[in-house]
Nanobody, 114 residues
Framework: QVKLVESGGGSVQPGGSLRLSCVAS????????MRWYRQPPGQERQWVAS??????????NVTPTVGGRFRISRDNPKSTLYLEMNNLRPEDTAVYSC?????WGKGTLVTVSG
């Protein structure tokens, strides 16, 4: 049974940083391409970042919308996906979810306000 559990969200002031985690289970994490998405209040879900699997070189791709402030990474022995977010802005406020194929976690809320 595939399970994705996000954590690390919270409330921060503009300019702050957070690191989100997504612990995966129920599948071969090392061989899985993974993604982060976010859904701001009242908006549709948006793709944020992707990372390919270990055999594919763990190449990363991040939406230009965040302008290099975010970084996606993975720890395969821990079956954990990360999203490091720096210089956070109010427009980054959203529920952040990790994704594997058709599977989704419940998400973790990030609120940026001052």
């Amino acid at each position: 049974q595939v399970k994705l559990v996000e954590s690390g969200g919270g409330s921060v002031q503009p300019g702050g940083s957070l690191r989100l985690s997504c612990v995966a289970s129920g599948f071969d994490f090392r061989s899985a391409g993974m993604r982060w998405y976010r859904q701001p209040p009242g908006q549709e879900r948006q793709w944020v970042a992707s990372i390919t699997d270990a055999d594919d070189g763990e190449f990363t791709n991040v939406t230009p919308t965040v302008g290099g402030r975010f970084r996606i990474s993975r720890d395969n022995p821990k079956s954990t996906l990360y999203l490091e977010m720096n210089n956070l802005r109010p427009e980054d406020t959203a529920v952040y979810s990790c994704n594997f194929q058709s599977y989704w976690g419940k998400g973790t809320l990030v609120t940026v306000s001052g």
